[in-house]
């Protein structure tokens, strides 16, 4: 069964850092372009980091910018975002998809993920 689990999320300050992990079972993320998507409460879905098979190549939504890294090591099969200077808006669900076709990934266009994990979820609050 292919699998994706996130995991890292929690209750964080302002300010604060947390390192979300996405983890496959069932299949190698080898060849497969990687997003981090996030859900807030009355809100749409929006994209927030994606990174190629081999890593070279990364996007970031602008409101993340420059404090938001995904990276990945495919010899853990695990891709990571790595979250700096949190803020209360950055709260929300977190998912992570994996998609091996097409180029549309890098525009955080959701139907071009094939597989999508359940979710972490992030709280930035005092």
């Known amino acids: 069964q292919l699998q994706l689990v996130e995991s890292g999320g929690g209750l964080v300050q302002p300010g604060g850092s947390l390192r979300l992990s996405c983890a496959a079972s069932g299949f190698t993320l080898d060849y497969y372009a990687i997003g981090w998507f996030r859900q807030a409460p009355g809100r749409e879905r929006e994209g927030v980091s994606c990174i190629s098979s081999a890593g070279g190549t990364t996007n970031y939504a602008d409101s993340v910018k420059g404090r938001f890294t995904i990276s990945r090591d495919n010899a853990k099969n695990t891709v990571y975002l790595q979250m700096n200077s949190l803020k209360p808006e950055d709260t929300a669900v977190y998912y992570c998809?994996?998609?091996?076709?097409?180029?549309?990934?890098?525009?955080?266009?959701?139907?071009?993920?094939?597989?999508w994990g359940q979710g972490t979820q992030v709280r930035v609050s005092s």
């Open positions: 998809a994996a998609t091996r076709s097409g180029s549309r990934w890098f525009l955080f266009v959701a139907s071009a993920y094939d597989y």
